[in-house]
């Protein structure tokens, strides 16, 4: 049984998954609360699902890129709960959970890819191609959108954008291999293919030095002057 953890997001999601099949989720999309609801989801889980904490064999941790607060909130919950139950870490691609999220729900063409999309502001996406393998086409990046971008991807691919950076580009990414699905969030429940797959081979992060997948470095917003 792996415990699964999404907080990369606004998405608070948290899954308990055997094998690659999930035996039970809770998830929440109220914004900056995943420190008040992280802790009170996985104890619900544990509890209606009647699972132990002594039959957790490993916690999966999705590890960004996304929100700075959100990836520290759920990592250090992950290496706490690892740490005191004794069991691994391990890590998961929070794109490519959301492209296998995507790509194993649509009939679509051998030759499509699933570009997930994460907003990081004005009119930047935290993004990656995967095809319906899952396999990584373009490389993670921190991506500025304009008319032209993916381009020469679109020429010769249908591309499926989704996710909350993918609405701020549909007006802009005008192309007829452009598809954009609605509505779709992170979610913990598309964790359990590619944690039990790293279970299976052994593929366990380090507790003391395992960091988010931040992709750009924080920027504290500098609060404005008090005026008196």
Known sequence: MILNIETATQICSVSLSKGKEIIALREN??????????????????????????????????KGP????????????????????????????TLQAMAYGVSSKLDCAPNSLFAPMIDARRMEVYSAFYDSNNQLVKGISADIIDANSYVEFLNSNPIYFFGDGASKCKEIIVHENAH?????????????????????KGEF????????????????????????
């Open 205 to 228: 992060e380090n507790l003391a030095y395992f960091e988010p997948f931040y992709l750009k470095d924080f920027v504290a917003i500098k609060a404005k002057p008090i005026q008196f």
């Open 180 to 200: 954009f699905i609605e509505n779709f969030n992170p979610s913990a429940s598309f964790m359990a293919d590619s944690s039990h797959e790293k279970f299976e």
């Open 66 to 93: 996304g929100s700075y607060t959100g990836l520290r909130i759920g990592v250090s919950t992950a290496k706490g709960l690892a740490y005191g139950l004794g069991v691994p870490l391990i890590s998961v691609s």
């Open 29 to 62: 999309d109220e914004k900056n609360s995943h420190a008040v609801q992280l802790s009170v989801f996985i104890e619900e889980l544990l509890k209606t699902s009647g699972v132990s904490r002594k039959e957790i064999k490993a916690i999966a941790i999705s």
